[in-house]
């Protein structure tokens, strides 16, 4: 006598027609439902997890708890709305393939969502934060941060390069003809001290044409870079306190002070990721560029990643090649190290020219040879655009290298603004004083 399991096999060797009609029934339910589930499932957790409305926490607390109901009683729900006594028994939908596609959607949906909802939830703030740097408009970012759920959420669909390949396509090269064919930015670092030493008229792609010229009539035009005064508080507490200042444009500024001084909460609502109290325009009528302290690399490659900063290759490969990341290029970006991360997200920032330049800690995750290297890009990229800069560092060296002019922050205070070098070898408040005995070493 046959067994259930021999009979199944049979069944199947056979290509029995009911059984092949069975399996065709379930399949088009599942593929079905599982569309439909993140057709509905993938926006809903985008918005729950990324926006922010009256009634947000209500739904989440409703789609988790939907998340968890049993199919049983899904199930029970169904057949007591279908049924001959149920409000929709006209439709006559019970025990059809419709009614059980609709069921699966109803149980899929709610954890489609609740998934994209944790992963928006935690990539958000920092995809935000990130395309405002850029200058990215509403459009680009809810693209981009559609794009970082459904890869985070689906990573293993990703796309896995080997590190192996490493330096062998498009490895960077020290040579001296390299050196030579740098699309026109020359120049050498000497002693933190950048000196120009050739400016070609036309850059290789065609695409910057000439930047200098551009910006020194706009310096003409915007010799001052007014910072109205604002606050900031948070949870009852101000945690940055800012007088008016005007900021000379094409100069460069240092913003220094100890953890918790208001350093990067200035950065933030200089570059608009935040608004001070009152809701007033700090600082308009200028482009802005914005390195968050911490870097983050969108789910594609090197290479994309700074497309998205400008869609100029040539451009890109400059500035890869100049902080030593070229032959990373093709790799997944989430994948690099801290420090390969911070190289790429400078280079993606500097992708466009701006008027004002904003980085906060950005060579903090750096070895001291990528440091070198940024410094030396960060020089070359203000004396080819003349753009004003404003870094937030803990650095004192790094502040000597790289600005001319400092301002001292402690507990979100300006405390005293004034030269570089002279805040640092003689600072008149002993506030000043105590941080570089801290951190002047």
Not at 124 to 142: I, S
Not at 199 to 210: D, I, K, N, Q
Not at 286 to 307: C, D, E, H, W
């Amino acid at each position: 006598m046959q067994t259930a399991f021999e009979k199944a096999i049979e069944l199947m060797i056979t290509t029995d027609p009911e059984l092949l009609n069975i399996l065709g029934v379930t399949a088009k339910m599942s593929l079905s439902s599982s569309l439909i589930a993140l057709l509905l499932g993938v926006p809903l957790g985008l918005l729950l997890g990324a926006a922010s409305f009256r009634g947000r926490g209500l739904l989440v607390v409703l789609n988790r708890t939907l998340m968890g109901m049993p199919p049983v009683v899904c199930g029970l729900i169904f057949y007591l709305f279908f049924s001959g006594v149920g409000p929709f028994r006209g439709a006559e939908l019970l025990f059809t393939v419709e009614i059980m596609i609709i069921a699966q959607v109803v149980l899929i949906t709610p954890i489609v969502a609740g998934s994209m909802e944790t992963y928006a939830s935690s990539v958000a703030p920092a995809v935000r934060e990130n395309a405002c740097g850029l200058g990215l408009g509403k459009g680009k970012t809810f693209a981009l941060l559609l794009n970082e759920c459904v890869f985070g959420v689906s990573s293993g669909i990703c796309t896995r390069h080997s590190r192996g390949r490493r330096g062998v396509d498009g490895g960077r090269s020290d040579s001296v003809e390299n050196e030579r064919h740098d699309d026109g930015y020359h120049g050498v670092y000497e002693q933190g001290q950048f000196l120009k030493r050739h400016c070609s008229r036309h850059y290789t792609s065609g695409a910057v044409v000439c930047r200098e010229h551009r910006f020194v009539a706009a310096a003409k035009e915007i010799e001052q870079m007014k910072i109205s005064a604002f606050t900031k508080t948070y949870g009852g507490r101000t945690v940055l306190d800012m007088p008016e200042t005007e900021l000379e444009h094409g100069a460069s500024y240092a913003v220094i002070g100890a953890n918790g001084s208001g350093k990067s909460t200035l950065a933030r609502i200089l570059a608009g990721v935040e608004k001070p109290d009152g809701g007033k325009t700090v600082i308009s009528g200028i482009t802005v560029g914005y390195m968050p302290q911490k870097s983050y690399a969108f789910r594609m490659t090197v290479m994309r990643n700074l497309l998205v900063g400008a869609n100029d290759e040539e451009r890109a490969r400059y500035l890869m090649r100049k902080l030593g990341i070229e032959h990373l290029a093709s790799e997944p970006a989430h994948k690099l190290s801290g420090g390969e991360t911070a190289r790429m997200a400078l280079a993606r920032l500097l992708m466009r020219d701006r008027q004002l330049l904003i980085v906060d800690e950005p060579t903090a995750a750096m070895d001291m040879e990528s440091v070198t290297l940024a410094e030396r890009l960060l020089a070359e990229y203000r004396e080819k655009t003349g753009c004003t800069l404003l870094l937030a560092t803990h650095s004192l060296r790094q502040a000597e290298r790289l600005t001319e002019k400092t301002l001292f922050f402690d507990f979100g205070k300006l405390v005293e603004f004034g030269p570089t070098q002279q805040i640092i070898t003689q600072p008149s408040c002993e506030q000043t004083r105590r941080f570089i005995e801290l951190y002047g070493s």
